[in-house]
């Protein structure tokens, strides 16, 4: 086809760089090799950038290590960067992530290990439309034009959200799971004056209770047991941008206070500060609970819901804007087919007859997934009813030819095919999880062998070998499909001894 793509490699250690190039090139790739990391920015900053398409980075070198490299780069649109990390330093590969590293690979890297990871990430750069949409994603300029959307359902919350970014009053986005509120508050910031601006999304219902002052304020050097060093909060994170509380019903009634505080007078104060500190940013919140209902039960803070909820929007579930699926499947179908290296040229009447009739309790995000395992499934050219049996199953009169798979039950005495593969509100028995294949594991055992059910922490361990497989070992996806903190993910890696099978 086209040219090899250039990787370049930056390591001190003219063996390791040997190893590295004679690797890369094994995979067909071309490279250009450095020795320093400040070389790498001359590089990277320079009028050859374009030719780089991924660099591979060292991150202890004498100089400029590899951090310095990171953050010089944060923020710049260009080639993704693997970071190379010392057996065991996983603090190092997170530091490197939150710094915009796009993975890491512990040392010594075996060459599958760093395929994978070369692929996967270049991969994600080939789709250049979607790239488009997630640069802006990052870059916080995506726009309502950016978003999938074509029937009058949503026409209404376009409207509002372009009257929304005119302004800089506290946004609420209410709606189910998976309608695409985060979305929809991207394209707010991006059509605001702040386009471009930090984009901060905090989930609140995923903090531990006991953090989340110190994430959302950030506190002073000493400030509790185990603050060792100062932290800044999202609040700060977010100055001059917006910040995204998603799930802010499940915000703790003392980090109510504070929030509320930090509306009233722009300014916070992080734990164990003196003095408050001012900020400015643009708040947009989000929640699929009933939050009148929260405020009933007196576990949200009357006066904050009205101070949030001065410019509300709801966004109605999929299943009330059918005219809007066969759109988002055929997105989401070039998007997968392309991932997956498959030609895939649409979907067959019925199958898209099916996708509309289905009522995606999901709403977006379950139409997505579902078109992902579609893709996996699809052996020939058009996705077919076949490909969709857990919908189908739902769904009367294409549910004849799929037996609905039952929950909870031992060894099923008879399933054959695909009709188990991923099943969505029902537990497959049998299907083997296995790691690292992503496209086969779809499913997770609730019973042993011996028709006990299985430990919570040992379908916990497979729940996130399947998410690394979904995800191909990108800790960023995983851990927000997780919804669980990125540090929380490593720990639970590391506990569960899931590190050497991430590939
Ligand atoms: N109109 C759209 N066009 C393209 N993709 C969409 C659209 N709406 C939603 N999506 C996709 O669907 C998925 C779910 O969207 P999003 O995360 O914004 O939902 P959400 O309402 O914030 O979910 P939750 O309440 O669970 O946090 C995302 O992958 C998003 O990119």
């Not at 029902?426 to 609730?446: K, M, N, Y």
């Amino acid at each position: 086809m086209t040219m090899a793509k250039r990787i370049l490699i930056v390591d001190d250690d003219p063996a390791q760089r040997r190893i590295l190039e004679e690797t890369v090139k094994r995979f067909g790739f071309d490279t250009r090799s450095t020795h320093s990391g400040e070389q790498a920015v001359e590089i990277l900053e320079g009028p050859d950038r374009g030719s780089i398409s991924l660099v591979l980075l060292d991150l202890v070198m004498p100089g400029m290590g590899g951090m310095g490299v990171l953050e010089r780069m944060k923020g710049q649109a260009g080639a993704p960067i693997i970071v190379l990390t010392a057996n065991g330093s996983v603090d190092a590969a997170i530091a490197a992530i939150r710094l915009g590293a796009v993975d890491f690979v512990i040392k010594p890297a075996s060459p599958e290990r760093l395929e994978v990871t070369i692929q996967s990430a270049l991969k994600i750069e080939a789709l250049s439309d979607e790239i488009t949409r997630i640069k802006k994603k990052s870059e916080g300029t995506l726009t309502f034009d950016d978003l999938i959307i074509r029937g009058e359902g949503m026409q209404r919350v376009i409207g509002l959200g372009k009257r929304a970014a005119s302004s800089t009053i506290p946004v609420l986005i209410e709606g189910e799971s998976g309608v695409g509120k985060e979305l929809i508050a991207r394209a707010i910031q991006g059509e605001s004056e702040r386009a471009g601006r930090p984009f901060v999304t905090v989930n609140c219902g995923a903090i531990p209770e006991n953090l989340v002052e110190s994430i959302l304020f950030g506190h002073e050097k000493g400030a509790f047991t185990g603050a060792v060093e100062r932290r800044v909060g999202k609040f700060q994170e977010a100055d001059g941008g917006t910040l995204f509380l998603d799930e802010v019903g499940e915000l703790p009634l003392e980090a109510q206070v504070k929030l509320l505080r930090a509306l009233q007078e722009g300014e916070i104060d992080p734990v164990g500060a003196k003095k408050p500190v001012k900020v400015n940013f643009r708040l947009v919140s989000a929640t699929n609970r009933d939050m009148i209902q929260l405020v009933k039960d007196g576990r949200f803070r009357e006066d904050l819901y009205y101070r949030l909820n001065v410019f509300p929007i709801w966004v109605p579930p999929l299943r009330n804007r059918s005219e809007d699926i066969a759109d988002l499947a055929r997105h989401f179908l070039a998007r997968f087919a392309a991932e997956e290296g498959k030609r895939l040229s649409g979907f067959s009447e019925d199958a898209m007859k099916l996708l509309m009739t289905y009522d995606w309790p999901g709403n977006v995000r379950q139409l997505e997934n579902a078109i992902f395992r579609a893709v996996v499934l699809a052996d020939g050219t058009t996705l077919s009813v076949a490909e969709f049996p857990q919908i189908a199953s739902h769904v009367e009169g294409f549910s004849a030819e799929i037996p609905p798979a039952p929950a909870g039950v031992e060894k099923p005495a008879a399933y054959t095919g695909p009709a188990l593969i991923g099943a969505e509100d029902t537990v497959p028995q049998t299907v083997e999880v296995r790691p690292g294949s992503g496209t086969s594991a779809l499913g997770i055992p609730a019973v042993t062998e011996h028709g006990e059910i299985r430990a919570l922490e040992d379908i916990e361990a497979d729940m996130i070998r399947l998410a690394l497989g979904r995800y191909r070992g990108h800790m960023t996806e995983v851990a927000r499909r997780l919804k669980i903190g990125r540090s929380t993910l490593y720990r639970k890696m590391q506990e569960y001894g899931l590190e050497t099978r991430v590939n």
